[in-house]
């Protein structure tokens, strides 16, 4: 797993070569005086969207989330922000309109990954880890066999952790592939023991398949699991922190 400590603080936006795989963390909490100008980065229908958010807690997320991505596409890119081209595949997964940057986003409880490759499909997925009262119901439902029988021999007090090592795992590839719970969450495999390497097993019982891509387990904040994917294995992967001010951030 990544470490806290090889996350650093990153103001300017790295060139990304087709080698590489990019995830940002970015805590979506600003000073409310600061939500007005990130709001003017959005486009038309995204405001309209900000705007019917019934909690302002939500909709200052939600407006922080969008613009930050604007400002990362932007300076991928070489574009203006609010110049950034989005569109919507099938299942409602957003890409750019024309290029070869893919980019995936994911968001828990205040804090979000973003995550950005070239001319490669790519998943990302984020969660707080918790005790849930249903995890074993929910294992048994959505967990493969095989993921089934590891998270119920893990010792108790690490049950949590393997249930969202698993569950971002799993995210992170379903939308890396853009087809959503379309996809049957058994029908494919991944680690997910706490002192296990994450690693995508078999798809649809493939081995074959399941080598084409490269998974990563993140650790962006404590508390937090998440998970990064991407087609092949010849890319290596670099994190970064958004900074949690505005302050000598490129508009």
């Not at 670099?238 to 001010?245: F, I, T």
């Amino acid at each position: 797993m990544m470490e806290i400590n090889a996350w650093p603080v990153n103001t300017a936006v790295p060139p990304l070569p087709p080698d590489e795989v990019h995830v940002w963390c970015v805590r979506l909490a600003r000073p409310s005086a600061t939500i007005p100008a990130l709001f003017t980065i959005l486009s038309s229908a995204e405001q309209a969207r900000a705007a019917k958010f019934h909690f302002a807690e939500a909709q200052a997320h939600y407006v922080v989330g969008r613009a930050t991505l604007r400002r990362l596409i932007g300076g991928y890119e070489q574009m203006e922000p609010t110049a950034v081209p989005f569109v919507y595949g099938p299942h409602g997964k957003p890409a750019l309109a024309e290029g070869d940057l893919h980019f995936n986003v994911s968001h828990a409880d205040g804090v979000a990954l973003l995550a950005f490759a070239r001319g490669r499909a790519i998943g990302v997925d984020i969660e707080r880890v918790r005790p849930l009262p249903d995890a074993d119901r929910v294992a048994r439902r959505f967990f493969a066999a095989v993921e089934y029988a590891a998270y119920k021999a893990v010792p108790d007090p690490q049950k949590p952790q393997a249930f969202f090592n698993c569950w971002t795992r799993k995210e992170a590839f379903i939308k890396a592939i853009g087809e959503g719970l379309s996809c049957p969450l058994k029908s494919f495999e991944v680690t997910l023991c706490p002192d296990e390497p994450a690693r995508l097993v078999q798809i649809r019982s493939s081995e074959a398949g399941a080598a084409g891509w490269q998974l990563h387990s993140l650790d962006p904040l404590p508390g937090y699991v998440g998970a990064v994917i991407a087609e092949r294995d010849d890319w290596r992967l670099r994190c970064w922190h958004w900074p949690d001010a505005d302050d000598n951030v490129p508009p």
